[in-house]
């Protein structure tokens, strides 16, 4: 069975905290993916990672940074978080070749900026 | 740039009934998805289609991978309560490294 985990369902923070999310998979993926989801406006690619240490930015990188130190790990970064970064983020991963362009994704985590 | 429009944005539909939803692509696409995310939750992966003209169903949910590459769609016969939830198609353009590129979903409401 696939699994996609995220460190956390909820979270609130302030205005300017550094925020961290994190992401494992446990199936050997070499792909991993960020987005953001919000009403309207379905889900937006932040950042993506092919492999370790890897990082490609999507469609909407600003105010965000990955990191990829593991293969099983991708965390997402707000620098200063703001309150326009209030959202549903997701995390995804997919095996690497374009036969395999299937993602599973975690749970979510649910952040609000105050 | 390429456009993934999904349609409809959101269903009102007796307990019992089929319901249709479809996506279209200004592109010509090498992979469908379909997933369903269940409120609080990641979307899940329904079905996957690779192939032109393919017809796949998994329970009492079908999808069709178009013929012209182009265009998807998902049927779900019999709709039962826990199909509640919104609908996303997503889909691969060809030699566009492994992105993928998502529809604004289908909220699917059932009324008792």
């Known amino acids: 069975d696939v699994k996609v985990t995220q460190s956390s369902r909820y979270l609130v923070k302030r205005t300017g905290e550094k925020v961290f999310l994190e992401c494992v998979q446990d199936?050997?993926?070499?792909?991993m993916f960020w987005y953001r989801q919000d009403p309207g406006l379905g889900l937006r690619l932040i950042y993506f990672?092919?492999?370790?240490?890897?990082?490609e930015k999507g469609d909407i990188p600003e105010g965000y940074s990955v990191s990829r130190e593991k293969k099983e790990r991708f965390s997402l970064i707000l620098e200063s978080a703001s309150t326009n970064q209030t959202s549903m983020y997701l995390c995804?991963?997919?095996?690497?070749?374009?036969?395999?362009?299937?993602?599973?994704f975690g749970p979510g985590t649910r952040l609000l900026v105050l | 740039g390429q456009q993934l429009n999904q349609s409809p944005q959101s269903m009102f539909i007796q307990e019992g009934e089929d319901v249709s939803m479809n996506c279209t692509s200004s592109?010509?696409?090498?992979?469908w998805l379909w997933y369903k995310q269940d409120p609080g939750e990641g979307p899940v992966l329904l079905i996957a289609?690779?192939?032109?003209?393919e017809l796949t169903s998994n329970g009492r949910l079908t999808a069709q991978f178009g013929i012209t590459r182009k265009d998807s769609f998902l049927n779900i016969s019999a709709s039962i309560p826990s199909d509640v939830g919104i609908y996303f198609c997503?889909?691969?353009?060809?030699?566009?490294?492994?992105?993928?590129?998502f529809g604004k979903g289908t909220r699917l409401h059932i009324l008792p």
């Open positions: 995804a991963s997919s095996l690497l070749g374009q036969t395999q362009e299937t993602q599973y």
């Open positions: 199936m050997d993926h070499e792909n």
């Open positions: 990672s092919y492999d370790v240490k890897m990082k």
């Open positions: 592109s010509i696409f090498n992979t």
């Open positions: 289609l690779y192939k032109a003209g």
């Open positions: 997503a889909g691969h353009f060809p030699n566009r490294d492994d992105k993928i590129i």
